[in-house]
């Protein structure tokens, strides 16, 4: 029997006519009768629905309204004006990215050299950023370091000098004036200056500017905990290796005094789901380049005769290592220009916050820095 429940007794129904003409009136059980229908923009709103679907009186109110989602110039801005393969030194294939005007002239062109473990996408909106800061007129290229994106992998024949030779191809192959340099990257900056100056090379860029360089100065970062991650990359346990590193480097002030539990959780919940897919191949380059930036260790006197035009910027809230290195290496290198950025952070590159782009186009530009610095 319609509306019948299992123990034989009737559910509460109640009549539902038909259309003129449709015939008799038809029971439909309660629990039918009524339920909530989900409208344009995720609300619900409550309408009565037949044993086919909503009324047709109804149905006009739950249509979705057409709307034309507006361009957004944003999306445009962090889509790579070119994408160029360069030919390292070693026959390797480098990929760039180049963003801007990618005919500008040498004076108006940037390489960017990333971090660790990061590719040369995810500085995609600190490009664009530093692009519409200069006013046009400038290309900045970010390449993929070896090991990430569309570049070669690292193999073993891998040497903390084949970051070296790759900058200077970078140099080369796009004609830039000026380098720039975040993290790891900014300790190859000025391992590749160094060199280049010592040697007399013209492709000597007029500018360099370095960001919270992680750099091994006079024994200034124990790599004793290197074995440690290369277990864990080893072992495929990403959250634990990305944990030892934060910890290690203190990139982040909350994570560096959290219990190493919490730090594991909290990296391994970031590589799962912002690094999918990426960190069967991130990890592996990271602990080569990692083991080769910092078994590498530098005197700081080395330093002392770099070109002036050198640019050490650092985070006013960078972790204790950061800053202490920044401070050594302003020592060190008498001609240059240190400059503490206002709230800054380790992460304030690539990640756009902070006076870190508006200070960079000044440098550029050559301007006074003004009110970024702290």
């Not at 039918?32 to 006009?60: I, M, Q, S, W």
């Not at 294939?93 to 940037?110: K, M, N, Q, S, Y």
């Not at 709230?343 to 990640?351: F, M, R, T, W, Y």
């Amino acid at each position: 029997m319609a509306g019948a429940r299992p123990d034989g007794r009737l559910r509460r129904c109640r009549p539902r006519h038909r259309p003129a003409g449709s015939g008799a009136r038809e029971w439909i059980p309660a629990r039918e009768r009524r339920r909530r229908v989900p409208r344009a923009r995720g609300h619900g709103v409550t309408r009565r629905v037949g044993a086919h679907g909503p009324l047709d009186r109804d149905r006009e109110h739950l249509r979705a309204p057409e709307r034309r989602a507006p361009h957004d110039h944003r999306v445009t801005a962090l889509t790579p004006a070119e994408t160029r393969e360069w030919r390292a030194a070693d026959g390797a294939t480098l990929r760039d990215l180049v963003f801007g005007e990618p005919g500008a002239p040498p004076e108006r062109t940037l390489v960017v050299v990333c971090g660790a473990f990061l590719p040369a996408a995810i500085y995609a909106p600190f490009a664009a950023a530093l692009v519409r800061e200069l006013g046009g007129g400038w290309a900045i290229h970010v390449y993929d370091r070896r090991g990430k994106g569309g570049s070669s992998p690292v193999d073993d024949s891998y040497r903390f000098d084949t970051e070296l030779s790759d900058v200077r191809t970078a140099l080369s192959e796009s004609g830039a004036r000026h380098v720039l340099g975040h993290s790891l990257g900014g300790a190859i900056v000025l391992h590749a200056v160094r060199a280049l100056a010592a040697a007399g090379d013209p492709l000597v860029p007029e500018s360099t500017i370095v960001y919270d360089p992680a750099i091994n100065l006079d024994g200034s970062m124990d790599a004793a905990w290197l074995p440690r991650f290369e277990g864990y990359v080893e072992r495929r346990k990403w959250g634990r290796a990305a944990a030892v590193v934060e910890r290690v480097m203190g990139r982040s002030h909350t994570l560096s005094r959290a219990p190493s539990w919490m730090v594991a959780g909290v990296m391994a919940v970031c590589v799962r789901t912002g690094l999918r897919g990426m960190s069967e191949s991130l990890f592996p380059a990271g602990a080569a380049e990692l083991r080769a930036a910092f078994t590498e260790e530098a005197r700081a006197a080395d330093f002392a005769h770099m070109p002036s035009n050198v640019c050490i910027l650092v985070g006013e809230k960078s972790a204790d290592y950061f800053r202490a290195t920044a401070a050594a290496l302003g020592r060190a290198m008498p001609d240059a220009t240190l400059v503490e950025v206002r709230k800054g952070i380790h992460g304030s590159v690539p990640a756009v916050r902070h006076p870190i782009v508006p200070a960079a186009a000044r440098w550029l530009r050559g301007e006074p820095l003004g009110d970024v610095a702290r």
